[in-house]
């Protein structure tokens, strides 16, 4: 039997988390967020436990995974894989859509880190 449901999320309505991003849908394997208008800011790295992938909608940044930067501007997409060293550096004001996998928000995998 498979898992037929239908979900529609309003970003007007969407939970917002405590890094910024405004959480989508999220299904059992993968899930959606928003980075909208992040202004520039430096970043610090991180190792998360889940894959990313994104497509920037406006804006610049670099993103610097496992040694090596690159420049995303609107019309790039990119992937940090799970466990991977990476830092975003906002370079101008940047609005993102990223999916996750497993979803970040589950367990605790999308706290800040210390």
Do not use: C
């Not at 040694?67 to 997409?77: E, F």
């Not at 990223?98 to 367990?107: I, K, M, N, S, Y």
């Amino acid at each position: 039997m498979s898992d037929g449901s239908v979900k529609k999320v309003s970003v007007s309505t969407s939970p917002k988390g405590e890094m910024g991003q405004t959480y989508l849908v999220s299904g059992k394997r993968v899930a959606m967020r928003l980075w909208n208008n992040e202004q520039p800011q430096p970043g610090s790295s991180d190792r998360r436990d889940y894959e990313t992938v994104g497509y920037v909608v406006s804006g610049a940044a670099e993103l610097t995974l496992e040694g090596q930067t690159i420049r995303l501007q609107p019309g790039d997409s990119w992937l940090v894989p799970a466990g991977a060293e990476h830092r975003y550096r906002i370079l101008e004001p940047f609005t993102a859509v990223e999916a996750t996998a497993p979803p970040a928000q589950v367990h605790g995998r999308d706290k800040v880190q210390s």
